[in-house]
């Protein structure tokens, strides 16, 4: 296996330190000196890596996206039972992960959506898109639970996801209001419940 180049290394380092204090205490609230003494990196190394602390935001976007790709597919991919116990189970992991530190943990998209999503053109451009990858991959997904027969198939799957978005979105921003994981939980429960199949014979 071919090790990663040290400035590759280098440069994951600032990206996960970023998530980190982006999550922690905001985009604004984090200077650049803050990133670069947390990963112990000089100001020219960064440099290298990123334009602007605005640019270096956007990376950390994209990031912090790949990372919840990742852990999705990996709890997908061990998890049993239809579509519709696998999502459920899935989302059970996620506020699992979230009860660590409710405040400042959790989707870092959610976090920055509020806080920059109108602040420039490449912050709208890039959490707009990121929000339609997030709902088309679960549109698949909830496709393929109505096809299966473990999602009510009476709306269209694009429309399901679109309201989970939301209504997750949500959970997620009481989370670190309340700093309490309940709002995710009864969100969970809501949602199962709510995208069962219709008719009790669908179910498996």
């Known amino acids: 296996m071919t090790r990663p180049k ?3 290394h280098n440069k994951e380092r600032i990206l996960q330190t970023g998530m980190e204090l982006f999550n922690r ?8 000196k803050e990133i670069l003494d947390a990963c112990q990196v000089p100001k020219g190394s960064f440099y290298n890596y990123f334009a602007s602390k605005e640019q270096f935001a956007v990376a950390v976007l994209e990031y912090s996206h790949q990372l919840d790709d990742e852990k999705w597919e990996s709890w997908n991919a ?3 039972g239809d579509i519709r116990t696998q999502f459920r189970a899935s ?3 996620f506020i699992e992960e979230y009860k660590e530190d409710p405040i400042t943990t959790g989707s870092l998209l959610t976090n920055l959506m509020g806080e920059i999503g109108n602040a420039s053109d490449s912050f709208r451009q890039i959490i707009d898109s990121s929000c339609s990858r997030v709902i088309d991959c679960i549109e698949i997904h909830f496709q393929n639970a109505q096809q ?5 198939d009476d709306l269209p799957a694009r429309a399901l996801a679109q309201l989970f978005w939301d209504c997750w979105q949500g959970a997620l921003l ?5 700093a309490s994981t309940q709002p995710l939980s009864d969100a969970a ?12 014979e669908q179910q498996g």
């Open 6 to 8: 040290r400035n590759e």
């Open 25 to 32: 205490k905001g985009y604004h609230g984090t200077g650049l």
């Open 78 to 80: 061990h998890s049993t």
């Open 91 to 93: 989302l059970n992991l």
């Open 148 to 152: 299966e027969g473990s999602f009510r």
């Open 174 to 178: 009481r989370t670190k209001v309340e």
């Open 189 to 200: 429960d809501m949602l199962y419940t709510l995208f069962a199949p219709l008719n009790p």
